[in-house]
């Protein structure tokens, strides 16, 4: 591990940053609940559309504070939805309160949150939505069903990929020809009409956990194609190799020697594949949840918290911090196409 | 060459039918009994129910369904669209063309835009020029089509300097047909840019390491040192040859830019088969998905077909063997 590392921070900086800029990612996802100063369905009424809060050093008489504060504001404008801030009293930000128990992925549960302010302020990193819901909250909740998504689906299509690939790299014959008739007439739909009509087969209405599983399940049937084609290769050329031979001749299985002497060679070749496929998952989902197919309200994910813009022009020039979402879905994707290009680089071994 | 080509179109036979395989498993599969749900459903006339039920022999052994489905497919019949009372066929005549002009623009945009650059930064490797552009590549492979759709929409709404939505604002009757086309073009710029800034950093990476890839062979080199004048090695000797893997690209581009241009489509408002396909999936018109999806299927087979011809029309190599 340490030795990939150090390879590549070799083969570029930048990419040993992404790397860990994704773990970084991935951990405030996981540990979301802590972070967010409101949970993900609590609603401001009277703050619908709330532009991003301002955060405030300096006070209206001028004074410096070191320790950084918001106002209370309140609707100026109730058509046009503009704010005002209420300069009376400030309400400075506050780190590790305390607040309702909320429980970390079951397995702890905490009363302390990161940061918040006292009550009749709010702050609001990134604004609020049409229901007055805090956007910085429902991102970083919404960023572990989004993440969570795309890393269990490829997961599926890459065993799904081995198992397919390395059959029909290694037995060959009709085996070969069947599997890979298979994948070839999945990859002859453009991925989002097979996303879509594959969501047709379905009610409109599941509850969100079933459409959290459909959607795995969708992306990954689309997925594996590609990634079984790609090892099916692979094996194809391994098993042409002395080794083989060697542990056939050893009176070694089939099975054994498929499994454990030519998979695991493919193994630097496909988590490079995995990792430049992952984006392709991340867009799959937000698509799908865009659209109002997905992940249902009221929980968050990226492509939901964006979907209220749609076809919505006036939603989009009134809020634009709503498209927040989508800088967040590209920050993490050229983070993972960084990632991948220096993997394919990093972990071939032609080039150690 | 006519060999070459009559091969293709065989190859794609069995693509076709399993094609249509697979949509008749998707349409048996979706829950509960189909056919009746649509007796059920007071939208639906039962004349379209008995047609539908003679043309496709609903009530059939399901072997027989898909023998019945196939041949309606060989005619290009769809079924009827249970949301807009017409064929299915129509629907798709009257949409495909929008994404297919839609397709075409921005192929033909980032292809004019992506191949000079690509070209100067593949003769400039590890130039300013080229390091800009590799970012700019990086970013535009890493944006997704709907992000940049919502952010034209914004820009839009801001400055108002595009229509938006629909495919025409002259609904004047005297309008000459030189003025519709231009308010066409007009209404095409916003998705057509937006699609193209998503495809355009793919294709110059693509081209510039095809560019580079060829530029250090030998055989440049050795028309270097025989005094081969630069233009004619870029353009005649290194060009012609980086080029020809592009063709094979382009029917494959096909395929993505029918995903982006999809979810373009139904963020600009233009009245494509991405459209169509979400319309269809949200009201449960399972007859027009299932027409939209085969239809989207045929096309990247085209699609591929055509860079297949363009690829042996170009590089002789192929051709030949």
Known sequence: MRNFLGRLKKYSKVSYFSFWFLIIFYLVSFFADILIPYHFDYQFRDKPYHPPSKIHFIDTEGRFHIKPFVYETFVDDPIFRTYKENYSVRYPIKFLVDGPERNVFFIFKTKKYLFGV????????????????????????????????????????????????????????????????????????????????????FPLNLSSIQVY????????????????RIIRGMVLSIKEEDYVLAARSLGLSHWRILVFHILPNTFSYTITAITISVPGYIIGESALSLLGLGIQEPYPSWGNILSSTVGNIRVISDAPWLLLAGAFIFIILINFNILGDALRNVLDPKNW | MKKLILKRVLQIIPLLIGMSFVSFIIIQSSPGDYFAQMKMNPEISPSTIEQMRTSFGLDKPIMIQYLMWLKNMCKLDFGISFAYHIPVKTLIKFRIKNTLCLAVFSIFLSWLIAIPIAVIAGYKEGSWFDKFFSLLAYISISLPSFFVALLFVYFISKTAVLPLGGTRSIFDINAGSFEIFKDYLKHLLVPGIVLCFVNIGGLFRLMKNNFVEIFNTPYILAAWARGVPARSIIFKHTLRNALNPMFTILGMEIGSILNGAALTEIICGWPGMGSLILEAVLSHDLYLVMGSLIISGFLLIVGNLIGDILLAFFDPRIRIS
């Not at chain 1, 269990?152 to 008739?181: C, E, K, N, P």
């Open chain 1, 213 to 228: 599983f459909l959607i795995v399940m969708i992306l990954s049937l689309i997925g594996w194609a590609g990634l079984a």
């Open chain 1, 118 to 201: 006292d009550a009749p302020a709010g702050i609001f990193l990134f604004g609020t939505d049409t229901y007055g819901r805090d956007i910085f909250s429902r991102l970083l909740y919404g960023s572990r069903i989004s993440l969570s998504i795309s890393i269990i689906g490829v997961l599926i299509s890459f065993v799904l990929g081995m198992i397919t690939g390395g059959f029909a790299g290694y037995f060959g014959g009709i085996t070969d020809q069947v599997l890979m008739r298979i994948v070839e007439i999945l990859m002859v739909f453009p991925s989002f009409y097979l996303m879509l009509s594959l969501r047709a087969m």
